[in-house]
């Protein structure tokens, strides 16, 4: 049943997988065909389902037919099916030319019917030869279920200790695939064997661990299997409410699944309790219907367990006769089927027939008879292992649990490194972004600032160019004025015939200083329009005036040297202005007092400074007997108003004159 | 879990090492932005140097002419009064 259970289980998931997929095709289509992803997950889709469609269509007919009696015989042989021995037969003749898989699951199946006809010396041999088929072919369920089947025959048998040996591999086997109905089943199986052995802790506790795993699973075999077995822990322990609830819903699921077999075992209960309970015609009732169901699924242990219980029954009526028929009859049975662990049932009546009929003789004979059953089922030997067994099985326990405590340490410890990553690596990219953050922030002020700066200074220069626009219309004026002022005197001399000598000079004089303010005049627009003035443009401007002056005085010789590495030095058109005119006014001075006859203007590179010398060969003047006039005081304040230094020395060969500036 | 923790590692690497390319990249964008705007100013400041001296020298050539106004006035004065002077003496000998 179970194994049935878990086939029909995969079947309806690959259904629900192919549904799934069809919908979610359908859905993917629609929505998005364009996407990338969508199309891998399709083609994901088609090779997972392509791969289960090519798995089913693998299978041979002859395969599908001995994994469907495989999975029939699970829930049919319990209830007595008469073809069932044939279809068996069918699926062994197939299976001979199948791989061991096959044949294997075939020999489980014979072994499972060997057990329903208590043939388990048999059975057991066809289990091992199941698990030797199966080999290591990773078949774990068919192995652990062979398991199950070897220690439900020693079970039968009364071989305690092997039989929980093979629970015991089973239960491995079922653990490390964690297949729960496998684990329930053999649970169950415990529970049944401590019951027999008649240790009601270690049953109740198995029998109860099965319901718990088997909560959502009523309608399974091994959950009704600790059902009815614990209803008769709790009947035998005089609990009979309990037992008869679990009963009644025994028999509500027997009924819903129209299983006889588990049927009869509820009733087996229910008589039970209304035997101890002395309600005798009910016991009788439910006992005789019991027989009956046990008859029609020939399991020949429980034909024989009804037989005692019913003996059981006759000698609460005191119905020797019936009795001892009963309990002679079960012996019959279990004997033949070499079924112990219900001998000593049948002995029980038989002994308490014969007390009471007070035949000690035949008492002392059954005694010595259920003691020798018992001594087969229950040795030292025998005890030692089970407790052995058990001592392993407990410590494969705790250290199935210790493990399990150290990886949910180790998980607890992951997380905590896992947290605490989390926590740092927030808490450096939340410092990371607020960094980020705060320098955006500054670097808007920085900016803000610079651009107010700017804003401020095009302003400045915006206003300065206007008052230069109109400084610049101002001097055009003027000095159209002033050629109209030469022009006109000009022309007022040419025009009229002047005697008078005063007249005439004065009318030259202002011709000739608006001539000399034109100049200046020019001079200055020409240093203003020049945003820098290079000694190469100085030397050009003041040969110029050399060249005006030699009109004046032709016997004087000029020089003008320049280093070459001085040429391209730019002066701004301030300084270039000062100096200009500085040297005008000295070679004008030489030109005008000195009575020279050569006059030099030297410029040259001296550190870091720049020397400039205008020296002449004339009369010189002595610098503590002549007051400094208005044009050697404007020389120097020229000079000093560009940083630079003035140095005048005269003597009667001749007058230098220094400057120097820094560059 | 190790899988996960990885996950989670690289991620945060990922996040950070963006972030940190991100935060680069924005000072550098700044720092062109501030130089061109820097270079503006020098350009700006240049300019008005210019200006300043192109005022000065146009202030102090103002002065100049003042005081060459005043020279003129003068020597205009002079010449009316030599005028006036001339023609007193033709009415007197007249």
């Known amino acids: ?663 | 879990m190790i899988i996960l923790l990885i996950a989670i590692v690289i991620a945060f690497v990922v996040s950070i090492a963006s972030l940190y390319f991100g935060y680069s990249k924005q000072k550098r964008t700044f720092k062109k932005r501030t130089t061109s705007l820097e270079n503006y100013i020098i350009v700006l400041g240049k300019q008005q140097e210019k200006q300043l001296n192109q005022l000065k020298l146009s202030d102090f050539l103002s002065e100049q002419l003042k005081e060459s106004n005043d020279h003129l006035n003068k020597i205009i004065y002079d010449v009316n009064f030599q005028l006036f002077l001339v023609m007193f003496n033709k009415k007197n000998n007249n």
């Not at chain 1, 025994?250 to 588990?262: A, E, M, Q, V, W």
């Open chain 1, 1 to 663: 049943m179970l194994i049935f259970n878990y086939f029909w289980l995969c079947l309806t998931k690959k259904i629900i997988i192919k549904c799934s997929f069809n919908r979610i095709t359908y859905l993917l289509f629609n929505i998005s065909m364009k996407n990338l992803i969508s199309l891998i997950l399709i083609l994901l889709l088609f090779c997972s389902c392509n791969k289960s469609e090519k798995l089913n269509k693998s299978l041979t007919p002859n395969q599908r037919q001995i994994i469907s009696v495989y999975n029939g015989v699970g829930k049919n042989y319990l209830e007595g099916s008469d073809s069932i021995e044939a279809t068996i037969q069918n699926i062994e003749n197939i299976s001979k030319t199948e791989s061991d898989r096959y044949k294997a699951m075939v020999t489980i199946c014979r072994g499972n019917m060997s057990t329903k006809s208590s043939e388990y010396e048999i059975a057991t041999k066809k289990f091992r030869k199941a698990i030797q088929l199966l080999g290591n072919s990773g078949r774990d369920t068919l192995v652990a279920r062979s398991y199950n089947g070897i220690a439900s025959c020693y079970k039968n048998k009364g071989d305690y200790p092997n039989a929980i040996s093979n629970y015991q591999n089973a239960l491995r086997i079922f653990n490390r695939i964690n297949f729960v109905n496998g684990i329930a089943t053999a649970y169950a199986g415990l529970g049944q064997l401590y019951l027999q052995k008649n240790d009601i802790t270690l049953a109740k506790k198995h029998l109860k661990m099965t319901i718990k795993l088997l909560k959502n699973k009523k309608y399974s075999h091994s959950y009704l299997i600790a059902s009815h077995t614990l209803a008769n822990i709790y009947g035998m322990s005089g609990d009979m409410k309990s037992a008869l609830k679990i009963d009644e819903e025994g028999l509500r699921i027997t009924d819903s699944i129209k299983s006889d077999h588990f049927k009869a075992t509820f009733l087996d209960n229910k008589a039970n309790c209304f035997m101890y309970s002395n309600q005798l015609d009910s016991a009788q009732y439910y006992f005789d219907k019991c027989l009956e169901m046990d008859i029609k699924t020939g399991i020949d242990k429980q034909i024989a367990d009804s037989h005692s219980n019913l003996g059981q029954l006759a000698l609460f009526k005191k119905e020797f006769a019936t009795a001892e028929k009963q309990a002679l009859k079960s012996l019959e049975i279990l004997k033949r089927i070499d079924h112990k662990p219900y001998m000593p049932k049948a002995y029980d009546v038989l002994e308490q027939l014969y007390t009471q009929q007070g035949d000690y003789k035949k008492v002392i004979e059954i005694q010595k008879k259920s003691f020798q059953v018992y001594k087969e089922m229950i040795t030292e030997k025998k005890e030692a292992s089970i407790a052995e067994f058990n001592i392993l099985y407990e410590t494969q326990e705790k250290e199935k649990q210790i493990l399990e405590s150290k990886s949910e340490t180790n998980k607890k410890h992951n997380q905590l490194i896992i947290a605490t990553v989390t926590f740092l690596g927030l808490l450096l990219i939340t410092f990371l972004i607020y960094r980020q953050q705060k320098l955006k922030n500054k670097q808007q002020e920085q900016e803000f600032e610079l651009k107010t700066a700017i804003s401020q200074i095009e302003n400045q220069n915006k206003l300065q160019e206007q008052r230069l626009n109109i400084s610049r219309d101002l001097h055009d004026n003027i000095g159209s004025q002033l050629t109209f002022i030469i022009s006109s005197v000009d022309n007022v001399k040419y025009a009229f015939d002047i005697d008078n000598k005063k007249l005439d000079d004065k009318l030259t004089n202002i011709s000739s200083f608006a001539k000399e303010t034109i100049v200046e005049l020019r001079d200055t627009i020409w240093a203003m329009n020049s945003n820098e003035i290079t000694f190469e443009d100085l030397e050009s401007r003041i040969h110029n005036f050399i060249e005006k002056a030699k009109e004046a005085k032709d016997e004087i010789q000029f020089s003008f040297e320049t280093d070459d590495n001085l040429q391209a030095t730019k002066l701004t058109s301030i300084k270039g202005m000062n100096v200009y005119r500085t040297i005008q006014e000295a070679v004008n001075n030489s030109i005008k007092y000195a009575d020279a006859s050569t006059v030099s203007i030297t410029v040259k590179r001296i550190e870091s400074q720049i020397q400039i010398k205008i020296e002449d060969d004339g009369i010189g003047f002595d610098e503590t007997a002549i007051q400094k006039g208005n044009g050697l005081k404007n020389m120097q304040k020229r000079i000093e108003d560009i940083g630079g230094n003035f140095n005048l020395e005269s003597s009667n060969l001749g007058t230098l004159i220094t400057i120097l500036l820094n560059n």
